[in-house]
């Protein structure tokens, strides 16, 4: 579409009702990244209240209608997702705004890449609108859904701002003061005309309505009903007072609050087990536990309207009542087939429906098997087919291959979801965003212990292949070649390791953890995959690059399969003000409890080797990490290296396992220590390395 221009959304799908809005960009540092944000504006063009902005610290309308569903790696980049479903919209919102902004006002001309993608119910993409002009805006619209004559319909807007989130927000009817003071952990406060809004961080947290009680929930206060008092008598009308000021919705990422700790056991002794409403112990055999599995999980996403509409909402289903079935018989030619589970949702009267097969441990889909599930689903008028497994899926390299019959009016879509990522959705919710019952909390506990257990086969990625071992003795040989189709299926095995590693990260920090890909934007995967694979075969390394939501950096990992080491980095910009001999102690002060063994290199200017050291020496002398000439000192490399584990599997001596023991170690003891603020740029200072957004 061209800026400005707009289209019906039923002139495009018969699925309009619910769509999926992607904003996606790329950076070529791997730096860049910028937060979503959904405002709901009645017919005057202005929010009704503070509860109309959706953003990271409010990322789910109540009724289901706005839901933020975070950030997904690409091929190229990073794309966020937004669901919006349109029929429990009031009547009286005219139009969803769809923007994003940039922290610290940093602007979107660094980015490339910047596109909005909106795909109907179905998954379809209907439409897609680019921005290829933006330069120092550090906020922009891009687009709006509208009603027009009862239907809905899409405008390209594309319309930046200089002022960042708080000039966006001021034409919609929200104050926005924002603080750039880097001593202060806040992004931002946003003033709306909703004088009921408490500010947290000001005031504590905000007064129970009328009838309502908190109750603790182990992440965070709930709300329950209770009987509402008694009238009192009207009390005397005081004097006319000033209005009071307004209050604050802060737009800082709200602090993470853990489960509370768990009081003194009971137990004689340690002999004694809790009892669990998931036992996982008696588990035997793989058709157990994929039966147990599912039926778990399933339970537990009708139970939790959080949790079920957080899983189900990327795949296309609408905010409604949830039912799920398992072992359910349906026809199919001479012998009935029995998927694993069944999902229904209803809203308005519709029904949406997906059947679910779910493999644990190492077992793989079948093709057959799905092919199957998905021509039932074409001709039940099913939604959706979703596999369940501990394998992770990337774009372009599809688990199993399925022939969709064109011929078929109905579509099915196809979607996998890893165990890794339902673990990490849990945790997200009890430990980092909270639900609002405290038994609904009590259950996604029961689920992440099962889900955690050894015995559970829901472990997530823990095989590297049947061309790990021959790809791995060629490395070592020296007789591996370029072309050599295992090099690829390596390469993909990494790639999701690497992904898998950011979920259960992202999981435990509640935090946005991503891969970074560095490639040309329209880069096929395949081809990218190939071109790694042969550096693969040169060189004997496997490298990735996270980023991690407020570190400032990109976590490195290098995996040498000829010298049979790990090694994890992070690099940080020097600050912009001072002298060197203070930046090197202040680092060596945030790196007190690092391990002595950690490495140390000072970056200079125009890519020059710097000193370096390990933590051991350089706590002793730090003066030595200055630069000897008059090279300017733009920040520093730190860096770990251990042996790497060379079995495909994940046992102790796995290579996965010392994949994860590796980052953990690095990030606890070292990233964990970082200052995690952005320095203060000054305005005459030329641009140095930039710190993750």
Avoid at 294 to 309: K, N
Avoid at 482 to 492: A, W
Avoid at 641 to 663: H, L, P
């Amino acid at each position: 579409m061209a800026k400005g221009s707009n289209v019906s959304l039923s002139s495009l799908s018969e699925h309009a009702d619910s769509v999926m809005v992607s904003l996606s960009w790329s950076s070529p540092s791997g730096e860049g990244d910028a937060d979503v944000s959904v405002l709901l504006l009645g017919a005057d063009g202005k929010v009704r209240g503070s509860g109309d902005f959706y953003f990271y610290n409010n990322p789910t309308a109540a009724d289901g209608s706005v839901q933020l569903l975070g950030s997904t790696p690409t091929e190229n980049g990073t794309e966020d997702r937004i669901r919006l479903d349109l029929t429990p919209l009031p009547a009286d919102v005219d139009r969803a705004v769809i923007a994003a902004s940039r922290h610290r006002r940093a602007p979107f001309g660094e980015l490339e890449g910047i596109r909005l993608t909106l795909k109907d119910g179905s998954g379809d993409d209907v439409l897609g609108f680019s921005i290829d002009d933006a330069t120092v805006e550090s906020a922009f619209v891009f687009g709006e859904v509208y009603r027009r004559n009862d239907e809905w319909k899409f405008r390209a807007v594309g319309q930046g701002y200089e002022t960042g989130l708080a000039g966006l927000a001021t034409d919609y009817g929200i104050e926005v003061d924002e603080d750039d003071d880097p001593d202060d952990g806040t992004v931002g406060a946003v003033e709306a005309q909703d004088p009921g809004v408490r500010d947290a961080e000001e005031h504590g947290p905000a007064a129970p309505s009328l009838g309502e009680r908190p109750v603790g929930a182990g992440t965070a206060a709930v709300v329950e009903p209770v009987a509402a008092p008694l009238p009192l008598p009207a009390p005397r009308q005081p004097e006319p007072t000033a209005p009071a000021p307004a209050r604050r919705v802060r737009t800082a990422k709200q602090k993470v609050t853990l489960p509370r700790t768990a009081k003194p056991s009971l137990a004689e002794n340690d002999s004694w087990r809790t009892a669990r409403l998931f036992p996982a112990s008696s588990l035997k055999s793989d058709r157990e536990r994929e039966v147990r599995a599912t039926s778990i999980l399933l339970s537990v996403m009708a139970q939790v309207p959080e949790f079920g509409r957080r899983l189900t909402a990327a795949f296309g289903a609408p905010a409604g009542r949830m039912e799920t079935f398992t072992e359910v018989s349906l026809p199919h030619g001479e012998s009935p087939k029995r998927p694993d589970g069944i999902l229904r949702v209803e809203r308005a009267g519709k029904l949406w429906t997906a059947l679910v097969e779910t493999k644990t441990n190492g077992n793989a889909l079948k093709p057959e098997q799905i092919q199957d599930y998905m021509d039932i689903a074409s001709r039940r008028g099913y939604e959706a087919v979703i596999t369940l497994s501990n394998d992770v899926a990337l774009e372009g390299s599809p688990l199993v291959d399925v022939k969709v019959d064109g011929r078929r009016k109905h579509k099915v879509t196809l979607w996998h979801l890893s165990w890794a990522e339902v673990t990490q959705q849990a945790q997200m919710l009890l430990r980092h965003e909270g639900v609002r019952q405290e038994s609904h909390a009590w259950l996604l506990q029961e689920l992440l212990h099962y889900l955690q257990h050894e015995n559970s086969g829901c472990h997530g990625f823990q095989n590297m292949g049947p061309a790990w071992v021959p790809v791995r003795n060629g490395i070592d040989e020296e007789t591996l070649s370029p072309g050599d189709p295992r090099t690829v299926q390596v390469v993909e095995s990494w790639e999701r390791l690497v992904r898998q590693v950011c979920l259960r990260i992202g999981g435990e920090l509640g935090a946005k953890v991503v891969p970074v890909q560095r490639a040309k934007r329209g880069t096929d995967p395949r081809s990218r995959r190939i071109e790694v694979a042969d550096r693969f075969c040169v060189d004997g390394k496997l490298d990735a690059e996270i980023r991690i939501d407020g570190v400032p950096g990109i976590l490195a990992i290098s995996a040498d399969l000829r010298m049979g080491r790990l090694r994890t980095s992070i690099e940080v910009a020097a600050p912009e003000q001072g002298y060197p001999l203070s930046w090197v102690k202040r680092l060596m002060k945030q790196l007190s409890e690092a391990p002595a063994d950690l490495h140390v290199q000072t970056l200079l200017e125009g890519e020059a080797a710097g000193p370096r050291g390990t933590l051991e020496k350089l706590r002793l002398e730090p003066g030595d990490l200055l630069a000897k000439g008059p090279e300017r000192i733009t920040g520093f490399r730190l860096s770990l290296s251990k042996s790497v584990g060379n079995t495909r599997g994940n046992s102790e001596s796995g290579f996965i396992r010392s994949v994860d023991a590796a980052v953990d170690r690095f990030h606890t003891t070292v990233v964990a220590r970082l200052d995690q603020r952005a320095p203060r740029r000054p305005k005459s200072a030329a641009p140095m390395l930039e710190a993750t957004a």
